[in-house]
């Protein structure tokens, strides 16, 4: 039976999904131990990405022990999920939306740090190439079907993604400048994971809900206050039972990108 997972963020603030508690479980890594969640009845399992409760600020997640931690568990399929702000006035809030590409052009996490397994020469090394790109096409085509079987609304175009290191939030001119380069959502975590997940040849597939306009003109910006109340609960739920429904569909894919080892 294929493995996988999921790394939830801070809209998942219980460890249990759609009222089913979880088996933590603790994964020794060398970058750090961490807390993974065995869902019952599916060789499935989840990691909650700022802790339960909340705890972890984005630049304190330790991306790199969560990745090596499902690596470890033998994961072959792997979900991530963000709430995000929208760049792009087309893009609805309070759906989901599919990632289909990523900008993350400094390929750093938080700290400074380059966002590789490779920090040191060491056997196995090599560069990460995308063939396919970072988020896998037949786990895509697989959320959305699960959606559709849901009957759970999904926007029809992917999106892309621009990952912006936190912990503050961004200028209005960083928010243009992100539009600019292509961005339609972003958020302070996700990226990373990709780009990890996909040094250890992990498939992946990105699912995030809009919660608001991060539009450069705020005459542009169009979040109803009266009703973001309601509308962050429903677009909560919906993610929640896709999340449900993904760890206990059969789930496989190949991976669609390569390393590329000198020598090999």
């Excluded at 969560?66 to 929208?86: C, K, N, Y």
């Amino acid at each position: 039976m294929v493995s996988i997972a999921a790394i939830l963020g801070s809209s998942f603030e219980t460890a249990e999904l759609l009222g089913a508690s979880l088996e933590e479980q603790e994964v020794e890594t060398r970058w750090g131990s961490v807390r993974v969640y065995k869902v019952p009845d599916a060789q499935a399992f989840v990691v909650f990405r700022h802790g339960v409760p909340h705890r972890h600020l984005p630049h304190q997640v330790n991306t790199r022990a969560h990745i090596a931690a499902l690596a470890r568990l033998g994961v072959e399929a792997l979900l991530v999920t963000s709430s995000v702000g929208v760049l792009d006035a087309a893009v609805p809030l309070f759906v989901p939306l599919i990632l289909g590409d990523l900008l993350m052009p400094d390929n750093r996490l938080p700290s400074g740090e380059v966002c590789t397994f490779f920090s040191e020469s060491t056997a196995g090394q090599g560069h990460l190439v995308f063939d396919e790109g970072p988020f896998n096409h037949a786990l895509s085509s697989t959320m959305r079907r699960l959606a559709r079987r849901a009957g759970t609304p999904i926007a029809e175009a992917e999106v892309v993604f621009g990952y912006v290191p936190g912990p503050r939030t961004k200028t209005r001119a960083e928010n243009a400048y992100w539009a600019r380069m292509g961005a339609q959502v972003n958020s302070m975590s996700l990226g990373p994971e990709v780009i990890l997940a996909n040094e250890v040849e992990l498939p992946v597939v990105g699912l995030v809900v809009g919660h608001k306009y991060s539009l450069p003109e705020p005459s542009l910006q169009r979040t109803d206050q009266d009703t973001l109340g309601a509308s962050l609960r429903s677009a909560r739920q919906a993610l929640e039972e896709l999340v449900w429904r993904w760890l206990h569909a059969p789930t496989e894919a190949v991976f669609g990108n390569h390393l590329y080892r000198f020598g090999s």
